[in-house]
């Protein structure tokens, strides 16, 4: 386990030197806009440019670059978004909780479905119902969550009028109790989280379905059986609680494909999160922003593998003796 | 208790095909058996036979509409129970110890909650109670608690095996199935498995279902044994009885098979392969690969029939005496030139037997009467008395037409092969000539039937061989010319005199090897006369010693040797070459 938090940290100098490395390897140098006649941003004069240069700390050497930005970046601080004129560090602050919130209530929604689901098909193989759940998840895994969201949008928002179209809240609304907050959050978050739950949970109950099946036809499982122990203790106690190994390691793969889904989906519902900052961020070509962004998606990506480490050397006790 | 405390009756189990249109797997097919409380019966069987299908049927494992047949437990009808009612009985009164130990436990469970386990739910016990008895069942199986402690891959093969003991031992069953307890353990680990299972049943009357293949052990563990081939059982009788004079070729077969310490004779594997459960053959499921199937072997399938105290199934009784020779006598008379006429009792009132499928070494100094003996078999020589039988009937010295054909059918591998060959004929000719003499088949078949045989053989079949003369052979191409005439009849029996004593060690190393290969591949009987000892102990499952014209001492060879009966044999056998300089050098004598 210590070797893995090691990992964890080399990945993480990794990501932030690849962040300080790409910009500088690309033809020119930051300021290349300022230097194109063609350019809005023209600056004909030398010594406004050298100025410039020694503000953003150009002129000195690259080592010494990079201990700024380093020192810079574990402290929180990321840059200056061009577009915007504001830290980085600040925006990132501003909508990330928003993006977490929908992309770990649809994560948790998912592998809830998916485990139980999974978990019950994979003892029922064959039957009906197994054959159902594995036509609607491989369906809603392949469905582009654009098309879902507005399918649920149009249902659920529009004709049924049931929840809000749009937003992570109600503009200006003043709450009486943290009860009418939450009850509010939640309106707004139920399409969102809904959406991105239909497209992360097909690949779960196929997975937990298939490793539950491969573990039912094990020895140990035929030797429980003949133990007589109760059909609930076999499902759970033994079956899904060695199916359920492998499935630690897909859902931390599958934070990142959660993260970017969840990106789409908000700007679709047009919610507070990180998806509307990113996308205008990518048109108005904002570099900082868009490396604060992704500085921040590799940290959560790594994260979320470090915690699946950590959960499977609890889950399973023959990792922990792995070298 | 009345009757039997496990009685299976046709029990049957069927897979569902594994595609569609093809015919379902029969797995187990109509077996029957009864186990008594306190009873020991081991099935046993290649690998396929459908052991570890009928262990699993008994605990109700297979897929309900699998099983059909009867299976009583003290009376009460188990087959078709639903899983709800199986499962109060399982573990409580039929525990199985499933085969692979090693994949047997829930990896992300200690093993001490997993023996746990079935106490809780079958005797309601507290944990504290539970973990008392699961440190007093580690205790009983020789591990200590820290293994209770242990994970399974923390544990080594020998010990989860005693672990699954434990564990089936929990709930103190009134049977125990234990599925191959001592496959894939080391010589060690496997005694003291056996040693534990005699203790247990000593101690607690259980009774015992004994799975497995190794024969050893089911010697050492179990009272009754039944041989099942392919789904079906063929041998049911007294361990004792069956292990030692088999009677089903299937059990023979796997007795060959089995390498032990009481016999040094080579392995040999029954031919062919165990049929596919899905497309099992008609008649008799071992008739492909039963040397002595007869033509109703493949049409009929054999009943399991009460035959001399066991039961038995197989159209013709079981093993099939090939040759039987009673009371057999020949005297020679001296012509008197250098002195009075002397009557010499060269074979003196001897009876043998040889199976199917059996090596017989006859063993014994020269002069002892072995050669003439073995002419008297081949109906070189008549008898003075006694009469040979062979597969039943009775060989008689004439010309007949149904006396030629069953002569045909024993074959004589003389000693000297350059005595029995005449040097004008070459290769081609020498093999054929048997052929020609019958007067079977037709000259094309015959030039056919004499290549496959020099091909068994290891020879050349290429007719610049074929064209060679005798005195252009080694010793040892020459023999296997002869062994080739011999086969080319395609025999049952083979009288093979002294058949490698002309050759250097090696050459006699590969042609007794060969002759062994082609006798298992062919079922032929083979009677092996020789006065090395050391060379028919390899391969001969019975030995028979003569001397002065009479057997004096006959057995399994493996008796034979360890425990010789007669002076002579034992004076063989100190005779026999060894290189054994370290009992030589302490006493000059072997034990």
């Given at each position: 386990m210590k070797r893995r938090a090691l990992?964890?940290?080399?990945?993480?100098?990794?990501?932030?030197?690849?962040?300080?490395?790409?910009?500088?390897?690309?033809?020119?140098?930051?300021?290349?806009?300022?230097?194109?006649?063609?350019?809005?941003?023209?600056?004909?004069?030398?010594?406004?440019?050298?100025?410039?240069?020694?503000?953003?700390?150009?002129?000195?050497?690259?080592?010494?670059?990079?201990?700024?930005?380093?020192?810079?970046?574990?402290?929180?601080?990321?840059?200056?978004?061009?577009?915007?004129?504001?830290?980085?560090?600040?925006?990132?602050?501003?909508?990330?909780?928003?993006?977490?919130?929908?992309t770990l209530t649809a994560l948790g929604a998912a592998s809830l479905l998916g485990v139980l689901g999974g978990a019950e098909a994979a003892w029922r193989r064959g039957s009906a119902a197994d054959k159902a759940l594995v036509a609607a998840s491989v369906i809603a895994s392949n469905a582009?969550?654009?098309?879902?969201?507005?399918?649920?949008?149009?249902?659920?928002?529009?004709?049924?009028?049931?929840?809000?179209?749009?937003?992570?809240?109600?503009?200006?609304?003043?709450?009486?109790?943290?009860?009418?907050?939450?009850?509010?959050?939640?309106?707004?978050?139920?399409?969102?989280?809904?959406?991105?739950?239909?497209?992360?949970?097909?690949?779960?109950?196929?997975?937990?379905?298939?490793?539950?099946?491969?573990?039912?036809?094990?020895?140990?499982?035929?030797?429980?059986?003949?133990?007589?122990?109760?059909?609930?203790?076999?499902?759970?106690?033994?079956?899904?609680?060695?199916?359920?190994?492998?499935?630690?390691?897909?859902?931390?793969?599958?934070?990142?494909?959660?993260?970017?889904?969840?990106?789409?989906?908000?700007?679709?519902?047009?919610?507070?999160?990180?998806?509307?900052?990113?996308?205008?961020?990518v048109v108005a070509r904002d570099y900082p922003l868009i490396q604060g962004v992704f500085v921040v998606v590799s940290v959560l990506v790594l994260s979320a593998n470090l915690l699946a480490d950590w959960l499977s050397y609890r889950l399973d006790p023959r990792l922990r003796e792995a070298p | 208790m009345s009757g039997p405390l496990l009685s299976v009756q046709d029990l049957r189990v069927t897979f569902a095909p594994g595609a569609p249109g093809q015919p379902p797997a029969r797995a187990v097919d109509g077996v029957s058996f009864a186990l008594a409380a306190g009873g020991s019966l081991a099935i046993v069987g290649e690998t396929g036979s459908g052991k570890t299908t009928l262990a699993r049927a008994l605990l109700g494992l297979h897929p309900a509409g699998s099983v059909s047949g009867s299976v009583q437990l003290g009376g009460q009808e188990l087959v078709e129970l639903d899983e709800g009612r199986w499962r109060p009985l399982r573990w409580k009164r039929i525990a199985l110890a499933v085969q692979n130990a090693g994949t047997a436990f829930d990896p992300v469970y200690r093993m001490g909650e997993q023996i746990v386990e079935p106490l809780r739910e079958h005797l309601g016990l507290s944990s504290a109670e539970a973990a008392a008895r699961a440190a007093a069942l580690v205790a009983q199986v020789g591990l200590a608690e820290r293994h209770l402690r242990a994970y399974p891959h923390q544990l080594s093969g020998g010990e989860k095996q005693r672990l699954m003991l434990a564990m089936a031992l929990s709930c103190e069953p009134e049977i125990l199935i234990v599925d191959e307890p001592t496959s894939g353990q080391d010589m060690l680990a496997r005694a003291q498995v056996i040693a534990l299972l005699r203790h247990i049943r000593a101690q607690r009357g259980t009774a015992l279902l004994l799975i497995s293949h190794d024969l050893a052990a089911v010697a050492q563990l179990a009272e009754q044994v039944a041989v099942l081939y392919a789904g079906k059982l063929a041998e049911v009788g007294a361990a004792r009885d069956v292990l030692s004079a088999p009677r089903h070729p299937y059990t023979w077969g796997l007795l060959n098979a089995y390498p032990n310490m009481s016999t040094a004779r080579d392995l040999s594997g029954i031919r062919g392969q165990m049929p596919d459960p899905a497309h099992p053959p008609t008649g008799c499921r071992f008739h492909p690969r039963c040397t002595q199937a007869v033509d109703k072997c493949r049409?009929?399938?054999?009943?399991?029939?009460?035959?001399?105290?066991?039961?038995?199934?197989?159209?013709?009784?079981?093993?099939?005496?090939?040759?039987?020779?009673?009371?057999?006598?020949?005297?020679?008379?001296?012509?008197?030139?250098?002195?009075?006429?002397?009557?010499?009792?060269?074979?003196?009132?001897?009876?043998?037997?040889?199976?199917?499928?059996?090596?017989?070494?006859?063993?014994?100094?020269?002069?002892?009467?072995?050669?003439?003996?073995?002419?008297?078999?081949?109906?070189?020589?008549?008898?003075?008395?006694?009469?040979?039988?062979?597969?039943?009937?009775?060989?008689?010295?004439?010309n007949s037409s149904a006396s030629k054909r069953l002569r045909r059918r024993i074959q004589l591998i003389p000693q000297d092969p350059f005595d029995s060959v005449s040097p004008y004929l070459s290769v081609g000719q020498i093999v054929r000539e048997p052929l020609d003499v019958q007067g079977t088949d037709t000259p094309v078949k015959r030039a056919e039937q004499v290549q496959d045989a020099l091909a068994a053989v290891g020879l050349p079949t290429l007719d610049a061989f074929l064209a060679r003369h005798p005195h252009e052979l080694s010793g040892g191409q020459l023999q296997r010319v002869v062994i080739a005439r011999a086969l080319v009849l395609e025999p049952k029996l083979i009288v093979a005199d002294e058949p490698v004593s002309m050759l250097d060690a090696s050459e006699q190393a590969k042609l007794i090897t060969l002759l062994k290969a082609i006798q298992n591949e062919r079922g032929i009987g083979l009677l092996l006369i020789s006065h090395d000892l050391a060379l028919v102990r390899k391969v001969a499952d019975r030995i028979l010693v003569m001397r002065d014209g009479q057997i004096i001492e006959g057995g399994p060879s493996s008796r034979v040797i360890a425990q010789p009966q007669h002076d002579y044999t034992r004076a063989l056998l100190r005779a026999a070459p060894s290189f054994d300089w370290y009992s030589a050098s302490s006493n000059g004598d072997r034990p």
């Amino acid at each position: 386990m210590k070797r893995r938090a090691l990992g964890f940290l080399v990945s993480l100098w990794a990501v932030l030197t690849l962040n300080f490395l790409l910009p500088r390897l690309l033809p020119g140098d930051p300021l290349a806009a300022l230097l194109d006649p063609n350019s809005s941003a023209y600056v004909f004069n030398s010594t406004t440019r050298a100025s410039l240069a020694a503000y953003y700390g150009l002129d000195r050497p690259l080592a010494q670059q990079y201990a700024d930005y380093l020192a810079g970046a574990l402290q929180g601080d990321l840059g200056q978004s061009i577009r915007l004129n504001q830290p980085v560090g600040e925006l990132l602050r501003a909508h990330l909780p928003w993006t977490l919130l929908l992309t770990l209530t649809a994560l948790g929604a998912a592998s809830l479905l998916g485990v139980l689901g999974g978990a019950e098909a994979a003892w029922r193989r064959g039957s009906a119902a197994d054959k159902a759940l594995v036509a609607a998840s491989v369906i809603a895994s392949n469905a582009p969550v654009v098309f879902t969201g507005m399918i649920l949008l149009i249902v659920f928002g529009a004709k049924l009028d049931w929840l809000p179209l749009a937003g992570g809240r109600t503009a200006f609304a003043r709450y009486d109790t943290p009860w009418d907050a939450a009850r509010d959050y939640a309106a707004h978050l139920v399409l969102p989280a809904a959406t991105l739950t239909l497209a992360l949970v097909g690949s779960k109950f196929l997975l937990v379905r298939n490793s539950m099946i491969g573990v039912l036809g094990e020895d140990y499982m035929l030797v429980a059986r003949a133990k007589g122990l109760s059909t609930g203790r076999l499902k759970r106690h033994h079956a899904l609680r060695n199916a359920i190994v492998p499935f630690v390691h897909h859902l931390a793969a599958h934070a990142g494909f959660a993260l970017t889904g969840a990106l789409f989906i908000e700007t679709l519902f047009n919610y507070p999160g990180m998806g509307r900052l990113v996308f205008e961020s990518v048109v108005a070509r904002d570099y900082p922003l868009i490396q604060g962004v992704f500085v921040v998606v590799s940290v959560l990506v790594l994260s979320a593998n470090l915690l699946a480490d950590w959960l499977s050397y609890r889950l399973d006790p023959r990792l922990r003796e792995a070298p | 208790m009345s009757g039997p405390l496990l009685s299976v009756q046709d029990l049957r189990v069927t897979f569902a095909p594994g595609a569609p249109g093809q015919p379902p797997a029969r797995a187990v097919d109509g077996v029957s058996f009864a186990l008594a409380a306190g009873g020991s019966l081991a099935i046993v069987g290649e690998t396929g036979s459908g052991k570890t299908t009928l262990a699993r049927a008994l605990l109700g494992l297979h897929p309900a509409g699998s099983v059909s047949g009867s299976v009583q437990l003290g009376g009460q009808e188990l087959v078709e129970l639903d899983e709800g009612r199986w499962r109060p009985l399982r573990w409580k009164r039929i525990a199985l110890a499933v085969q692979n130990a090693g994949t047997a436990f829930d990896p992300v469970y200690r093993m001490g909650e997993q023996i746990v386990e079935p106490l809780r739910e079958h005797l309601g016990l507290s944990s504290a109670e539970a973990a008392a008895r699961a440190a007093a069942l580690v205790a009983q199986v020789g591990l200590a608690e820290r293994h209770l402690r242990a994970y399974p891959h923390q544990l080594s093969g020998g010990e989860k095996q005693r672990l699954m003991l434990a564990m089936a031992l929990s709930c103190e069953p009134e049977i125990l199935i234990v599925d191959e307890p001592t496959s894939g353990q080391d010589m060690l680990a496997r005694a003291q498995v056996i040693a534990l299972l005699r203790h247990i049943r000593a101690q607690r009357g259980t009774a015992l279902l004994l799975i497995s293949h190794d024969l050893a052990a089911v010697a050492q563990l179990a009272e009754q044994v039944a041989v099942l081939y392919a789904g079906k059982l063929a041998e049911v009788g007294a361990a004792r009885d069956v292990l030692s004079a088999p009677r089903h070729p299937y059990t023979w077969g796997l007795l060959n098979a089995y390498p032990n310490m009481s016999t040094a004779r080579d392995l040999s594997g029954i031919r062919g392969q165990m049929p596919d459960p899905a497309h099992p053959p008609t008649g008799c499921r071992f008739h492909p690969r039963c040397t002595q199937a007869v033509d109703k072997c493949r049409r009929v399938e054999p009943p399991l029939q009460a035959h001399g105290g066991r039961l038995l199934a197989c159209h013709l009784g079981g093993l099939q005496a090939l040759l039987r020779a009673d009371g057999l006598r020949k005297t020679f008379t001296t012509n008197g030139h250098l002195g009075p006429a002397q009557n010499i009792e060269a074979v003196r009132d001897v009876s043998l037997e040889v199976y199917e499928g059996e090596v017989v070494g006859l063993v014994g100094e020269t002069g002892s009467g072995k050669s003439t003996l073995g002419r008297l078999l081949v109906g070189l020589l008549s008898p003075e008395a006694g009469s040979i039988a062979f597969e039943g009937n009775p060989l008689a010295l004439n010309n007949s037409s149904a006396s030629k054909r069953l002569r045909r059918r024993i074959q004589l591998i003389p000693q000297d092969p350059f005595d029995s060959v005449s040097p004008y004929l070459s290769v081609g000719q020498i093999v054929r000539e048997p052929l020609d003499v019958q007067g079977t088949d037709t000259p094309v078949k015959r030039a056919e039937q004499v290549q496959d045989a020099l091909a068994a053989v290891g020879l050349p079949t290429l007719d610049a061989f074929l064209a060679r003369h005798p005195h252009e052979l080694s010793g040892g191409q020459l023999q296997r010319v002869v062994i080739a005439r011999a086969l080319v009849l395609e025999p049952k029996l083979i009288v093979a005199d002294e058949p490698v004593s002309m050759l250097d060690a090696s050459e006699q190393a590969k042609l007794i090897t060969l002759l062994k290969a082609i006798q298992n591949e062919r079922g032929i009987g083979l009677l092996l006369i020789s006065h090395d000892l050391a060379l028919v102990r390899k391969v001969a499952d019975r030995i028979l010693v003569m001397r002065d014209g009479q057997i004096i001492e006959g057995g399994p060879s493996s008796r034979v040797i360890a425990q010789p009966q007669h002076d002579y044999t034992r004076a063989l056998l100190r005779a026999a070459p060894s290189f054994d300089w370290y009992s030589a050098s302490s006493n000059g004598d072997r034990p």
